[in-house]
C-alpha cells in the first residue's frame, strides 16, 4: 500500500491493482471506495484526517469494496444493489445516491455522476470547485472489465457520450486503475473505442481469463475485456 497527496485535502491511496481517494473539506472526509486487499480504510483515513469520515462506493467489484463492511453505512447507486448483496454477498445498510446528487463535506460539494455501462450503478464524482473527476473503473487507460452478467457496452458508450457533453466541468480526471491522473481528452477516445467493438469492427483475441474465455480488444486508449460471443 502507498499513500500520497494529491493537494492540501486530497489523498491517493494505491492498493495493488487498484486505488481509492480520501477527499477532506471543512466539516467532514469522504472515502471513494475502501480497497481490494486491505480491510481496514476507515482506519487508515483517520491517520490522515481527524474529521469525521464516511464511505462512497462507485460500484460493487470486489476491489473497490475492501473495507465496507467496517463502516456502519456506506454511499452507493441503488443500482449496484444486486451486485453489492447478491454477487459480492456483502452487508450493510447503504444511502443511496443519484446521478445529480450531492454531497457536501463543508466548503467542498462533490456531484454524483451516474455511468452505466461497467456495471448498472457505477458512478464517478465530480469535485465542482476543484475541477476533477473521480472516475472509478469506467474512465481509465488500463483493462476495462466489460464481460459477465450486467455488463453492457451500449450502455457503457451512452455513458461515454453523456460524460464528453459534461467534460468542460473538470480538467483532470482520477481513476481507480491505470494511469493516474488522465486528461478528459480520454472520453471521447472511449466511446469510439466501445463503439467501434458494437459495430464488429474490432473484435481482439479470444483469451482465457481465470478460467474464463473472454475477447480481449485493444481500442488504443484502453484495453476492454469483453465476453467471448459478442
Known amino acids: 500500500m502507498e499513500i500520497s497527496k494529491l493537494n492540501a485535502n486530497t489523498w491517493k491511496i494505491e492498493d495493488g491493482g487498484v486505488r481509492f481517494f480520501l477527499l477532506s473539506g471543512a466539516r467532514r472526509a469522504l472515502l471513494i471506495d475502501s480497497g481490494m486487499t486491505v480491510n481496514n480504510a476507515d482506519e487508515i483515513a483517520k491517520t490522515l484526517t481527524d474529521l469525521p469520515v464516511s464511505l462512497l462506493t462507485t460500484h460493487a467489484d470486489p476491489d473497490h469494496i475492501g473495507s465496507a463492511d467496517r463502516f456502519d453505512g456506506f454511499y452507493m447507486h441503488p443500482s449496484e444493489a444486486t451486485n453489492y448483496y447478491k454477487s459480492a454477498r456483502r452487508r450493510g445498510?447503504?444511502?443511496?445516491?443519484?446521478?445529480?446528487?450531492?454531497?457536501?463535506?463543508?466548503?467542498?460539494?462533490?456531484?454524483?455522476?451516474?455511468?452505466?455501462?461497467?456495471?448498472?450503478?457505477?458512478?464517478?464524482?465530480?469535485?465542482?470547485?476543484?475541477?476533477?473527476?473521480?472516475?472509478?473503473?469506467?474512465?481509465?487507460?488500463?483493462?476495462?472489465?466489460m464481460f459477465g452478467p450486467q455488463r453492457e457496452l451500449h450502455a457503457y458508450a451512452a455513458s461515454m457520450a453523456r460524460l464528453e457533453s459534461m467534460s468542460d466541468r473538470f480538467d483532470f480526471i482520477f481513476p481507480s486503475h491505470g494511469t493516474c491522473p488522465v486528461t478528459p481528452d480520454i472520453i471521447p477516445a472511449l466511446k469510439i473505442g466501445a463503439?467501434?467493438?458494437?459495430?464488429?469492427?474490432?473484435?481482439?483475441?479470444?483469451?482465457?481469463?481465470?478460467?474464463?474465455?473472454?475477447?480481449?480488444?485493444?481500442?488504443?486508449?484502453?484495453?476492454?475485456?469483453?465476453?467471448?460471443?459478442?
Open 93 to 145: 445498510s447503504f444511502t443511496p445516491v443519484w446521478d445529480g446528487s450531492v454531497i457536501d463535506l463543508g466548503d467542498r460539494e462533490l456531484e454524483v455522476i451516474h455511468m452505466p455501462g461497467h456495471t448498472p450503478g457505477s458512478v464517478t464524482v465530480l469535485d465542482r470547485a476543484g475541477r476533477a473527476l473521480y472516475g472509478g473503473a469506467p474512465v481509465q487507460d488500463g483493462n476495462i472489465f
Open 195 to 230: 463503439e467501434r467493438i458494437i459495430s464488429g469492427e474490432l473484435n481482439g483475441n479470444t483469451v482465457e481469463f481465470h478460467g474464463t474465455k473472454i475477447r480481449r480488444i485493444n481500442v488504443g486508449a484502453a484495453t476492454f475485456l469483453c465476453d467471448a460471443e459478442p
